[in-house]
């Protein structure tokens, strides 16, 4: 079974800083998807970011990019120029590939807040 | 935010009702889970559709029946549900175009549930 952690529950950043938020995995499986998404208050959860586990170069979207440390099963989010409207929960995610479909295993989450 | 719609946004039921939670996707997606988040816990995976059939039950209690009429439409039908299964209930739907190619997972807005 593959395990998601995120180990700091909170975290805070000044507007226009930057922040950086932890995620690692466990798996013995060599294929497969990260992802992260972001869950504002009271709002949908949508995705920021994903990146293929066979791809080297790390993910960017805009403000937003990824450290993938396959070999150290590593992959932290970098949110640049930090905005009000990043505060929210952040769920590191893994997905498996093999033929029992797409099944999501979600960390513990990371609460961001954005400080004006 | 309007691909996967879910409706009733906030639910209050006593341990001896039965309701209906309903989703819908218009992304004309293939696969359509139900998850489950409680405060404190991360994201558990309940139920899988792809095309209609159910591919994944991941060890959920019968009080919880899942209905997948096509692909557009997900129910999860509660009976004699217990306190301890207030929470939000996260629908999702993927395009799984073939098993294993990690779709990127769309979520709906949830509906909250608290049982008495």
């Known amino acids: 079974a593959q395990t998601v952690t995120q180990s700091q529950p909170e975290m805070s950043v000044q507007e226009a800083e930057t922040v950086t938020l932890s995620c690692t995995y466990d798996?013995?499986?060599?294929?497969?998807?990260l992802f992260w998404y972001k869950q504002p208050p009271s709002r949908q959860m949508i995705l920021v970011i994903r990146?293929?586990?066979?791809?080297?170069q790390n993910a960017t979207e805009n403000r937003f990019s990824v450290n993938f440390q396959k070999a150290a099963k590593s992959f932290s989010l970098k949110i640049s120029d930090s905005q009000l409207g990043d505060t929210a929960m952040y769920f590191c995610a893994f997905l498996l590939q093999n033929n029992a479909g797409n099944m999501l295993t979600f960390g513990g989450g990371t609460r961001l807040m954005v400080k004006p | 935010e309007t691909g996967v719609t879910q409706t009733p946004r906030h639910l209050v039921m006593g341990m001896t009702n039965k309701k209906s939670l309903k989703c819908e996707q218009h992304?004309?997606?293939?696969?359509m889970y139900w998850y489950k988040q409680s405060a404190k816990k991360p994201l558990e995976l309940m139920f899988v559709?792809?095309?209609?059939?159910?591919?994944e039950n991941n060890s959920v209690p019968s009080r919880f029946s899942p209905e997948c009429p096509n692909s557009s439409h997900l129910f999860l039908h509660l009976h004699t549900l217990q306190p301890e299964d207030s929470a939000l209930y996260l629908c999702a739907s993927s395009q799984d175009r073939l098993a294993g190619a990690g779709d990127t997972q769309y979520f709906g807005p949830g509906t909250r549930l608290t049982v008495l």
């Open positions: 992304l004309g997606h293939n696969a």
């Open positions: 559709y792809n095309f209609k059939e159910q591919t």
């Open positions: 798996t013995s499986e060599s294929n497969y998807y």
């Open positions: 990146q293929e586990a066979y791809k080297q």
